[in-house]
């Protein structure tokens, strides 16, 4: 069963915005007391970290290439992360996804090997 859902990719012009939304589905399964990354994926690339945010939302993490354009959120009575994304580049263009850590309460990393759930993945295409 599906147990992270991406939603909230499209086709945005240079300059423009685009929020993404990362949910858990199940009963069972829950994100709130683990770190939740988003990653993307560009074609013929490999896939790389773009941010992450701790259990309680109180840490952030932003790779260079994001930082002071993109922004992590989380509201854990919904289950779900956010990502804002402002000023997107065409060089934004990618697969994004989100990311369950392994363990509870740890900060997580940049490296997609710690991370133990993943959704299907939205696209973001950005146009110049």
């Known amino acids: 069963q599906v147990q992270l859902v991406e939603s909230g990719g499209g086709l945005v012009q240079a300059g423009g915005s685009l929020r993404l939304s990362c949910a858990a589905s199940?009963?069972?399964?829950?994100?709130?007391?683990?770190?939740i990354a988003w990653f993307r994926q560009a074609p013929g690339k490999q896939r790389e970290f773009v941010t992450r945010?701790?259990?309680?939302?109180?840490?952030?993490i932003y790779a260079d290439s994001v930082k002071g354009r993109f922004t992590i959120s989380r509201d854990n009575a919904k289950n779900t992360v956010y990502l804002q994304m402002n000023s997107l580049k065409p060089e934004d263009t990618a697969v994004y996804y989100c990311?369950?850590?392994?363990?509870?309460?740890?900060?997580?990393?940049?490296?997609?090997?710690?991370?133990?759930?993943w959704g299907q993945g939205t696209q973001v295409t950005v146009s110049a």
């Open positions: 990311a369950r850590g392994k363990f509870m309460y740890v900060a997580g990393s940049i490296y997609p090997t710690d991370y133990n759930y």
């Open positions: 199940g009963r069972a399964f829950s994100i709130s007391n683990y770190v």
């Open positions: 945010i701790n259990w309680s939302g109180s840490i952030t």
